[in-house]
C-alpha cells in the first residue's frame, strides 16, 4: 500500500516556475514507476510525465517537453515535476500516482493516486 500527498501548486503568471513534490509513504516506494498527472476544468485527467522506480528512465507527455522534469529521490520518498516556462493551459489539477507497471501512461495503469494540487497559469 502506497499514500501519496501532493504539495507545491499555486498561482504563478505565464512564464514562470513550480515545483511539485509528492511524498510517499511506504516502504516500497523505490519499487514503483511514478507518474504525474493533470485535469483541466471540463476536460479528462491527461498523462503528464513518469519516470521508473530508478529514476533512468523518463517520459513526458509532448505538450511539456522541454519544460518540465520529473525527478525521484527513493531517500526521501518523494518525486518532484519542476515546471518551468509554465503557460495558461497548464493550468490544471495535478495528481501524483504510483504503479508495479514497468511503466504507465494511462490511469488505468495507475494503483495508488494522490488527493492532487491545484496549479493555476494567469496569462
Known amino acids: 500500500q502506497v499514500q501519496l500527498v501532493e504539495s507545491g501548486g499555486g498561482l504563478v503568471q505565464a512564464g514562470g516556475s513550480l515545483r511539485l513534490s509528492c511524498a510517499a509513504s511506504g516502504r516500497t516506494f523505490s519499487s514503483y514507476t511514478m507518474g504525474w498527472f493533470r485535469q483541466a476544468p471540463g476536460k479528462e485527467r491527461e498523462f503528464v510525465a513518469a519516470i521508473s522506480w530508478s529514476g533512468g528512465k523518463t517520459y513526458y507527455v509532448d505538450s511539456v517537453k522541454g519544460r518540465f522534469t520529473v525527478a525521484r529521490d527513493n531517500a526521501k520518498n518523494t518525486v518532484y515535476l519542476q515546471m518551468n516556462s509554465l503557460k495558461p493551459e497548464d493550468t490544471a489539477v495535478y495528481y501524483c500516482?504510483?504503479?508495479?507497471?514497468?511503466?504507465?501512461?494511462?490511469?488505468?495503469?495507475?494503483?495508488?493516486w494522490g488527493q492532487g494540487t491545484q496549479v493555476t497559469v494567469s496569462s
Open positions: 500516482a504510483a504503479t508495479f507497471y514497468t511503466m504507465g501512461y494511462k490511469e488505468r495503469e495507475y494503483q495508488y
